[in-house]
């Protein structure tokens, strides 16, 4: 997916060809959706219960999420400000 996206960007947007990546991309991503929710998602139902499909993932995300913005990103003065603290 990376390099069609890759590929995708590196074209004008008149050429006839992105509009076919483009949509490539879309079926990529529709398989990928249709796949988590027909082969993912039931095993999760099985695997966990009614309690722990319902608790928040919040957690989680705050243990694995990066405390710091991603490459590229411009940060807000009020963050940067923080950076620099």
Do not use: C, Y
Not at 28 to 47: A, G, H, K, S, Y
């Amino acid at each position: 997916m990376n390099d069609l996206v890759a590929e995708v960007e590196r074209r004008s947007k008149d050429d006839p060809e992105r509009l076919r990546q483009v949509k490539q991309a879309f079926e990529v991503i529709q398989e990928d959706i249709r796949d988590e929710e027909d082969f993912l998602l039931p095993q999760l139902q099985e695997i966990l219960d009614v309690a722990q499909r319902r608790r928040p993932a919040s957690g989680a995300v705050r243990q694995t999420a990066p405390t710091w913005p991603h490459a590229g990103a411009e940060l807000s003065d009020a963050t940067a400000f923080r950076v620099r603290l």
